[in-house]
């Protein structure tokens, strides 16, 4: 087995949780995640739920069965299942902790079976059975009687109760099976990884399509296959270098996390190694516990007193090389020799060459490193302040008298006449070699130039004050030096010439013999074309430290990280950035380069490494918690509808994003009222008094890396008042017009009881005025019989006057009996007209006849009319046209007929003498009175309302002598309590 098969040598950037950011405890066990991608942290002091920003604590006093927690993992129900000290399981619901299990009562009920034990210690662990969960104990282990006694000692037994199966791990080397009664025993073939680290080996059955026993043990890994029962070993020495005292299992969404006190290993179920890490740092410094690895491929490793650390993702799977001396942590310059040899060169001058992806020292410095210059394939050339110059040459540390360049043999001759050893020379910056006579030096003095041939001391002449940067061509035909804010050009006999200004250069870089790159400090990126003296800015302004090419593509590095641009004739398009959120180190770049399609990015914290052919890609997803609740914590979901009282609003929104440390950028707004979108680094926005209207709550977030994510925006209203809305001016109009009509129709009612009880009254006066009438009326009628009874005793007809008075006092009997009533029916008005006519007729001595005639179809018991209404036209038809007529033919009719539906026809027909007769001897005689009561009756009866009444008289005949009268009353009975429609 290769041991860089699966170990790196690199140093991965943790963030560090502890006891500051809301612990409960630094003795950390580890983490699990549940379902929704919260961090829950086990801890011996309890537990905590982690969302990025904050920990929620857990202890006894919250449901744990203890605070010492050593174990959480996730069951098939998706429960978070915790064990500890008190060996009481307990699991996590809803951010509760159910505990419900006593010392005595070790088992307790799930929802669905967890399958075999999910975990295994050993002194014991869970246990399935059945539709239950168990807490057992292996000391001392289980005795079975179907054991041989030879094999009685175990160090590990895994009892799976619901298969009827145990497997036995002894320290033989070998382990049994046993599977009901029968037992299978199998020898492993490492006997040397085996035998000596049974004793605190740790087994587990790991389920699947292709289910295997995972031993740990002391110096190793052991997978056995359950069918096959072939074996995979893995040394201990295959992933980590330093000694393993502590090993742990953890399977967790199918995957098994090895942890030990150096790193982890990821074991997948189909028995491949996915990945291993060693935490060569961080163990060194601390005591490691359980390494979790969550969804999003974050590690989280727990500590016996640091807290809990945090790896991103991005970090995890990026490769970062540092040195074991903290003072060389800051690489500054980075070199390709042409025999894919890479040097780099620290803050402080030591060198190190890369080898599989590790620094080894070459010299170790204590000073400050000036620049370095590549000679040839195999010799660098670098210089600090005290040591002067060195030559590295391939790999190793050479002394400055190899260096061979006529230059610098010897003593250095200086214009300014003084001179300086070439060993001592500490001051240069850069060198270029335009050929094998011609030299330029740019030292702390000036720019030089020297000048020589082979065998002759060369000349050299300062011809510059000190520059910044220098570059040539591939040809070495141009030279450019740079100074603060100037470009110049040298020639072959040493003159410098401007070429064009420009402030701040950084860096110069040719592409081609005719085309010069120019990076500046503060305004960006240029492009000068010799041929045609043309300057172009490339890109906007931004600080460029340095820039490399690389096939057609240029990269630079800048304020946040390193850029990939591809060069266009005007503008420079960025392809890609490598940034912190990408894996770098540090945004801080010093220096870069690139070998075989790898890019090392030196930084102030180490090497990053980035395979450039590497796709970019981006799949994670977040998980962006938003909700709205009232102060009265009524819950606003989308298209919810709030009253008008409740319009105090509280927003809260959280981005579940642990790679951003909890520095995530909000912004949000409450439309309409916002149109713009404000900023906070708060998770938390209140809103008071919201105006009844419609509101959309957008809120987007930022990640660390600047990344955008959107939540969907909640819609919702507040209702306005009842009093503010179209039902209520509805139904405050529809009430407007009620009160209206209500007022109107008590006016109309008010109006319509004065006009009833002006009707009452006037109906009152009427009766009033009626008795008046019948009162003047019976007077009348018993003076005239009065007066014909004693007309018959004057005339001694004692038995007429007796018959008479009879018939009178029968008479005045029913008249007396029906004066007092309004209305009487039809026959007892015929009865009494019958009496009233026999009475007068005997009066006038059989002067008249009489007929009564009554239309068949008339119900006489069910129709009314008014008392005393017909009497007075017969009283008057005997008296003023019957009783002039003196032969004795006198006659009187009187029919009911029906008429018109509920009308009654009353005819009256005499053959008397006639109106207009009757006129003259009434006026002659007295003014009669009858037929003015008659109307004013009439009027009365009228105005109750009880009877329409018309009247219709007419001559009987057109006899000259006996005309006779025609009266016709058409009597036309309102509705009441009397009337009938039964004629």
Known sequence: MVCSLFAKAQEQKFHQYTLDDGLPTNYVYGVIEDRDGYIWVYTENGISKFDGYEFENYNIHDGLPGNDIFQLLEGVDERIWMLGVERQPAFIQADSIVSSFKHNEPTFKVDNSLGPIRYLMKSGGLEAQGDSLKAILFDPPNPYSFIKKEHSIFRQVTHLEKENFTIFFPTEGKFFEVI???????????????????????????????????????????????????????????????????????????????????????????????????????ADQYRLNRTFEDSHGNLWIGTWEAGLHFLSNIQKESTHITTQRLRDRVIEDIVVMDDDRLIAISTIGSTYSFENDSLKPISLQTDDFKSSFKINDHQLLLANLVDGIKLIEDGQLKLPSSLNFSAFQGVLKLTEGFSMHVDTMGGFFNVIVQSEDTIYLNHNYGLYQSIGK???????????????????????????????????????????????????????????????????????????????????????????????????????????????????????????????????????????????????????????????????????????????????????????????????????????????????????????????????????????????????????????YEAEITMDPISFTIKKPFWKTALFYLIAGILLLILIWFLDYKRRENLQNKFLIEKRQNKALANLKLEALRSQMNPHFVFNALGSIQYYIQLHKIEAADNYLTLFAKLMRKYLHFSSEDLISLRDEISLLKDYLDLEQMRFEDLFKFTLKVDERIAQNEIYLPSMLIQPFVENAINHGLHHRKDKAGCLKIIFDKYQGTKLKISIIDNGIGRDKAKVLKEKVHKSAAMENIAQRIEHLENTEQYSIDIDITNNSDDIIYPGTRIIIYLNPKKNELQSNNY
């Open 180 to 282: 009901e009664s029968d037992t299978f025993e199998y020898k492993l073939s490492s006997k040397s990884l085996i035998d000596d680290s049974l004793r605190g080996a740790l087994f587990y059955l790991v389920e699947g399509e292709n289910p295997f026993y995972l031993g740990l043990l002391d110096k190793g890994m052991i997978l056995v296959d359950q069918n096959t029962k072939g074996e995979k070993l893995f040394p201990w020495t295959d992933f980590f270098e330093g000694e393993i005292n502590m090993s742990a299992f953890q399977l967790h969404r199918g995957a098994i996390f090895i942890s030990t006190n150096r790193g982890v290993v990821k074991i997948l179920l189909n028995q491949e190694i996915d990945y291993s890490l060693e935490f060569n740092m961080l």
């Open 454 to 704: 082979d065998g002759l001391n060369p000349i050299v002449k300062r011809i510059h004050d000190r520059v910044n940067i220098m570059a040539c061509d591939s040809s070495k035909s141009k030279i450019l030096v740079a100074d603060g804010s100037w470009l110049y050009k040298i020639n072959k006999a040493g003159e410098i010439n401007r070429l064009i200004n420009i402030p701040a250069i950084s860096k110069l870089l040719f592409v081609d013999e005719n085309t010069l790159l120019i990076a500046t400090e503060s305004s960006g990126l240029y492009k000068y074309s010799f041929a045609d003296r043309e300057l172009i800015k490339l890109s906007k302004d931004q600080s460029i430290k340095e820039m490399i090419l690389h096939d057609n593509d240029l990269l630079i590095a800048f304020a946040n990280g390193v850029k990939q641009l591809e060069l266009k004739d005007t503008i420079a398009i960025s392809k890609r950035i490598w940034g912190v959120k990408d894996g770098l180190l540090s945004g801080e770049v010093l220096d870069l380069a690139i070998l075989n399609d790898q890019l090392y990015v030196c930084s102030n914290l180490g090497v990053s490494l980035f395979d450039l052919n590497e796709e970019v890609t981006s799949s994670k997803e977040f998980n962006f918690d938003s909700e709205i609740n009232s102060l009265k914590n009524t819950q606003v979901i989308s298209g919810a509808s709030i009253t008008y009282d409740d319009n105090d609003l509280r927003a809260k929104f959280s981005l579940l994003d642990y790679e951003s440390l909890g520095k995530i950028k909000y912004e949000y707004r409450l439309e309409p009222i916002q149109a713009d979108w404000q900023t906070t680094k708060s998770r938390e926005v209140l809103f008071y008094d919201l105006e009844p209207g419609d509101y959309t709550f957008s809120v987007r977030a930022y990640d660390f």
